[in-house]
């Protein structure tokens, strides 16, 4: 059994939007280093979401990453996934640019086990 977090990350559900984020996760799919991304998912909700001005009723895209999680008392991995983590968002962030109100990072500890 393997410990693994999976990261969702929730954005509006635009097209502008989609071209970006799958190349930038296809691209650390395939050629970053280590904490590795096993896979991704990209899949849209409908929804309702309290903002700080009002309430958005909209579709919206959620992003599935799920990442092995560092091994405990490796402090140099378990920073460099946190740093990973902020990169995340930081693109999340780069590829609205900066036109929503909020974006969410959601991190789900999870287990992976072989048959």
């Not at 990453?65 to 990169?87: N, Q």
């Not at 900066?98 to 500890?109: A, N």
């Amino acid at each position: 059994m393997d410990q693994i977090e999976i990261v969702e990350a929730y954005l509006p559900a635009r097209v502008e939007y989609l071209a970006n984020l799958y190349e930038w996760l296809r691209e650390h799919l395939y050629s970053h280093p280590k904490p590795l991304v096993h896979g991704f998912s990209i899949y849209e909700v409908n929804g309702a979401f309290r903002g700080t001005k009002d309430v958005y009723q909209e579709r919206t895209t959620v992003v599935r990453i799920v990442f092995d999680l560092p091994r405990d008392g490796d402090d140099a991995e378990s920073r460099a996934y946190e740093a990973r983590l902020r990169e995340i968002f930081d693109t999340m962030i780069r590829i609205t640019e900066k036109h929503e109100e909020e974006l969410w990072l959601i991190r789900i500890p999870a287990r992976r086990e072989t048959a």
